[in-house]
């Protein structure tokens, strides 16, 4: 029988995160925290930021070229690049059109998508559309995020987040394998601005007497009951979608936003939690980047094998939240 809608599959990872760290110990000495709290309440040591010549674009490219390089395939074979990103280099153009500019991916269309740390999950989803319906045949999805150009430097919530960026090439695959279900969500019904970069939109435009607004705002709490409600959704979801069982889950690669929201997650889904992959004590939360550079590190490891049935699960501000199950090819 013809396959008439293409599956779907991950040909190449990559990711860059730029070469400064700010150690919780530094953070010590800048803002009201301590190493341990952080480390023991939220799971991070260190978090990298990106130089001030850096912008969210430059991430993206390095991690997209890697991705391209792996996948063996050349800039120009890419028809799309989608980036999801909340701290784009500018309004306009869009960070992927500096992207494609910069990888001189000339045969690429290019846009951005802000599901902010949901972004990688709602990109992936948006292009896999794309190769499924055959319009185009190599797509690049990067997720990148510099969080530090958003974070007051004085308040104690800047230990949250860090740089970095990660990407995939996607193309078509055959039908036992590659993407076997996607779910987005966005609830707005609770606290939607429990997560918020209110200034600098066409609501509040920053102006000399305002340029607090241009920093995120975070209801730790109302994170937390978001996102420990959201995940277990979504993966529920993705799990009926499939048929299978939590059992047959062999690794999970989530967003990162904290250690207890994980380890709660995990609990809920009954997953055990040595199969969830995690890097926050190294890189913290890097927002739309965390699912990709995650990825290509535990691929990178060797722990990633043919056939594997692979859990993905992110949740941002909105709340958007999403899961997907792949099998890896
Ligand atoms: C951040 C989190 C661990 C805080 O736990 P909580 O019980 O909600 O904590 P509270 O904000 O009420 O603070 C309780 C105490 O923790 C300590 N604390 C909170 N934030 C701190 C920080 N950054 N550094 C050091 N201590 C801190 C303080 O002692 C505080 O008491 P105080 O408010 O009287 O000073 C928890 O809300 C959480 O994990 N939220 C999810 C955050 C997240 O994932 N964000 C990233 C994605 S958007």
Redesign the pocket.
């Known amino acids: 029988m013809k396959q008439l809608i293409r599956n779907v599959k991950i040909i190449g990872t990559g990711s860059y995160v730029p070469e400064k760290i700010y150690t919780n110990e530094y953070l010590e000495t800048i803002i009201p925290?301590?190493s341990s709290?952080?480390f023991e309440?939220?799971g991070i040591n260190e978090r990298h930021i990106a130089a001030p010549n850096q912008a969210t674009s430059d991430l993206a490219t390095i991690a997209g070229q890697r991705a391209i390089d792996d996948a063996g395939i050349k800039n120009e074979d890419i028809d799309l690049i989608i980036v999801a990103t909340a701290t784009p280099d500018r309004k306009a153009p869009s960070t992927a059109a500096f992207v494609q500019h910069k990888l001189n991916a000339v045969n690429a269309a290019a846009f951005d998508m802000n599901a902010v740390?949901s972004g990688f999950l709602f990109g992936m989803s948006v292009a896999s559309q794309y190769i499924a319906s055959g319009v185009y045949n190599n797509i690049l999805v990067i997720g990148a995020d510099t969080f530090s150009r958003i974070t007051d430097w004085t308040k104690?919530?800047a230990?949250?987040f860090g740089d970095g960026a990660g990407a995939v090439v996607i193309t078509s695959a055959n039908i036992t394998e590659g993407f076997l279900a996607y779910r987005i969500y966005t609830d707005t019904q609770n606290e939607m601005l429990g997560?918020t970069i209110p200034g600098g939109g066409s609501e509040i435009p920053l102006t000399e007497n305002n340029l607090n607004e241009q920093y995120f705002q975070?209801n730790?709490?109302s994170?937390?009951a978001s996102?420990t409600q959201a995940l277990p959704k979504a993966i529920n979801q993705v799990l009926m979608d499939t048929g299978l069982s939590i059992d047959d889950i062999d690794i999970m690669i989530p967003h990162q936003?904290?250690i207890?929201?994980l380890q709660k997650t995990a609990e809920l889904i009954g997953l055990p939690f040595e199969k969830v992959m995690t890097n926050m004590d190294r890189y913290a939360?890097t927002s739309g980047g965390t699912i990709p550079i995650l990825l290509d590190e535990v691929k990178k490891s060797g722990k990633l094998k043919r056939g594997n049935i692979v859990l993905f699960a992110a949740v941002g501000s909105g709340w958007t939240y999403g899961a997907s199950i792949i099998k890896w090819a």
């Open positions: 925290t301590t709290w952080v309440n939220v740390c104690r919530d230990v949250f997560f975070m730790g709490k994170v937390f996102a936003p904290s207890r929201i939360n």
